[in-house]
């Protein structure tokens, strides 16, 4: 039997007790309504019920960033990727939590301007 061969760049030690931490990733999104207590939007990417993240709307829909918890998360279909892959698409309902005055005051606008049919333009969502 052979020896075994390190094969990691850096130094890694393990760590006693286990301690949390917390991942953040990007997740490209599509925004397919908002209201005053959440949105629901279209992706590639499984989202567990009850997961909490960030909403970062673009800056034609205020720019807010917004603390959200998935609350509804179904497939509602699949898609060809760039490269011919099949892609699931699924479909989530977010619930705002906590939102501040200035935030709840800026997603009014935001409401008001979408509601009179104002054009807003495309921008990134991201969750």
């Known amino acids: 039997m052979g020896a075994f061969v390190e094969r990691r760049r850096g130094r890694r030690v393990s760590i006693p ?4 931490g917390r991942v953040r ?3 490209e999104a599509r925004l397919l309504d908002l209201g005053s207590t959440g949105a629901r939007i279209e992706h590639h990417n499984l989202l567990r019920l009850g997961f909490t993240c960030t909403l970062e709307l673009p800056p034609a829909l205020g720019a807010l960033v917004l603390s959200v918890r998935v609350v509804r998360s179904a497939v509602v279909g699949t898609e060809t990727g760039p490269s011919g ?8 309902g977010l619930a705002f939590l906590d ?5 709840q005051a800026t997603l009014e606008g935001v409401l008001d301007r979408l509601a009179s ?9 991201v969750l």
Request: charged share 25%; net charge positive.
């Open 25 to 27: 990733a990007t997740l």
């Open 117 to 125: 049919g104002e054009a807003l333009g495309s921008g990134r969502l």
């Open 17 to 20: 007790g286990r301690p949390g």
């Open 99 to 103: 939102l501040t005055a200035a935030q």
């Open 85 to 92: 892959e099949r892609l699931l698409r699924y479909e989530s």
